[in-house]
């Protein structure tokens, strides 16, 4: 459904990704390819198919902050998905105006947001809180658990939250890495 409205012409492997996705419900998928294959132009194809097809009603890009503007970019440029950046330096004007009790992450349908930002505890139980049916994780290999101390403590806060968005079995769920 969304391929024809695209703004970008997919080499024949960036589809296979796409077709795999096709086939789950809730699309669950693990991106690994070598740098500059296009992994972004594959998770976005399968982002915008799923928007597409009203199976989600909001998308967020959990990525680093030096990868935030070319995925908002790219979004826009290519899939025509408007995503407002969830960065230090922007979550004060992004959040002015906002209702009592409303989130930033109702206000906006479609955002791009740092992983390092996003991670800590209140800022992580706010998004999962309000967290959209669509994720897409960028450097998902940055979402592992730390071996060091052992045990259920030795976790870095990117696994954590990692894990806490995985466990609505019912979200669609791309990781990249």
């Known amino acids: 459904r969304s391929v024809a409205n695209l703004a970008v012409e997919p080499r024949a492997y960036q589809y296979v990704p796409l077709l795999l996705a096709l086939r789950q419900d809730p699309v669950r998928i693990l991106i690994a390819d070598d740098v500059g294959i296009g992994k972004t132009i594959e998770a976005g194809l399968i982002a915008a198919e799923v928007l597409a097809q009203v199976d989600a009603d909001g998308l967020a890009v959990l990525c680093s902050p030096a990868l935030a503007e070319q995925w908002q970019r790219e979004l826009r440029d290519k899939f025509g998905i408007d995503a407002e ?75 954590d939250l990692l894990r806490a968005v995985a466990a609505d079995e019912e979200r669609h769920l791309i990781l990249v890495t």
């Open 85 to 159: 950046l969830v960065l230090p330096s922007t979550v004060t004007k992004l959040s002015s105006g906002l209702m009592m009790n409303e989130s930033l992450f109702d206000r906006y349908r479609y955002t791009v947001i740092s992983t390092d930002f996003i991670k800590s505890h209140t800022r992580r139980h706010e998004f999962l809180n309000h967290c959209p049916d669509l994720v897409i994780v960028d450097e998902a290999h940055g979402a592992v658990a730390d071996g060091a101390g052992g045990g259920s403590h030795a976790r870095t806060q990117r696994y």
